[in-house]
């Protein structure tokens, strides 16, 4: 079994949860880790952050257009980089492990270890977030009640899913199970792709 396809995940949920807790973490841009699977699970993590603050920002009423235009702006660079991080951290684990040969006994995984990686990583802001809706002090009683009932759903779901992680690539690891690295291919950030970038007209894109 190699070592380097076993992310402990109980370290992996600790790691989310600390860098979150750190509020300005996210923009100070100091990296914990230079190289390996771990600097790109802390990329992941540090752009989903950073896409969380956008995307509050850019339901912001009280603000000039130019504004959210420019949040926008930044949501999309972002997410190429948030997805950019779960493929690299699928080809690390990938060649981790001799090419996998679809057998009765090794299937392939329709989602990947990155993508779930990621979605642990949001799960954490999640947790985060709705933790402090439990500490408000101007809130209702019922809004307390109500976010500590959807808290404890959130972290049942993050132990599920980490769960499943775990269970994935210890398949991985046993040849079990295999997945593909597909590529995102986010066509609206690709100026040859997205028709309103590369200049084909409003009409083409529409269609």
């Not at 270890?113 to 933790?131: N, P, Q, T, Y």
Request: net charge negative; glycine share 4%.
């Amino acid at each position: 079994m190699s070592t380097a396809v076993l992310i402990p995940t109980d370290q992996l949920t600790d790691f989310h949860d600390a860098c979150v807790a750190r509020r300005d973490w996210a923009r100070a841009g100091a990296a914990r880790f230079e190289n390996g699977l771990w600097q790109f699970i802390e990329l992941n993590h540090r752009y989903n952050n950073l896409l969380w603050d956008e995307e509050d920002l850019a339901r912001r009423r009280e603000v000039a257009d130019a504004e959210i235009a420019a949040n926008k702006r930044a949501i999309d660079g972002y997410n190429q980089k948030r997805n950019d991080a779960i493929e690299r951290i699928d080809e690390i684990l990938l060649s981790a492990l001799p090419p996998a040969t679809p057998s009765a006994t090794c299937r392939l995984n329709s989602e990947t270890a990155g993508s779930m990686i990621d979605r642990l990583s949001i799960v954490a802001l999640k947790i985060f977030h709705m933790g402090l809706q439990t500490q408000r002090s101007d809130a209702s009683a019922e809004h307390i009640a109500s976010c500590q009932a959807k808290l404890e759903r959130l972290r049942e779901q993050r132990d599920d899913l980490a769960c499943c992680l775990r269970e994935l690539l210890e398949d991985f690891a046993a040849g079990r199970r295999y997945y593909k690295v597909y590529r995102q291919f986010k066509m609206y950030n690709d100026a040859t792709l997205n028709p309103f970038l590369y200049g084909a007209g409003t009409a083409a894109g529409a269609g």
